[in-house]
């Protein structure tokens, strides 16, 4: 009997494979990284990032070094919530989870004020300006 033949694969195939899999892994990782007040909570939203969702690790950063020890504790306690937490809302499966220091995320860029913005807060100086000096009724 003959074996059935699994068939050839293209090189370029397996060659975008690992391309593939990095865009998988940049699509999960903006995902979480959108939603990440409902993967860590309130509290710690404003103390974490996510660094990396790689291979089943979910690798969190920490930018306060005395809260990382407590963070690591708690996070093995809590590990199984936040693991079905990330299965049930984005049927993500983790195995482990890390957590390391890290830098504190850049400060917002300032935005420049559009044109018309100006013009309005041009607007604002005038009434504020007759606002000072008292408003004056409506004659009848």
Do not use: Y
């Amino acid at each position: 009997m003959r074996r059935p033949s699994q068939g050839l694969v293209p090189l370029r195939a397996v060659a975008k494979a690992p391309d593939l899999a990095a865009q998988a892994e940049a699509r999960t990782e903006a995902r979480l990284r959108k939603s990440w007040l409902l993967v860590v909570g309130a509290t710690l939203v404003n103390q974490t990032r996510l660094i990396r969702a790689h291979r089943g690790t979910l690798v969190v950063g920490c930018w306060h070094p005395d809260v990382i020890p407590s963070l690591r504790q708690s996070a093995q306690e809590t590990w199984p919530q936040i693991q079905a937490r990330l299965e049930r809302l984005w049927k993500l499966r983790f195995q482990h989870l890390e957590i390391v220091p890290c830098d504190p995320p850049e400060p917002p860029a300032p935005r420049e004020v559009p044109r018309e913005l100006d013009a309005f807060d041009e607007v604002l100086k005038v009434f504020r300006e007759q606002a000072k000096g008292g408003w004056t009724p409506r004659r009848k």
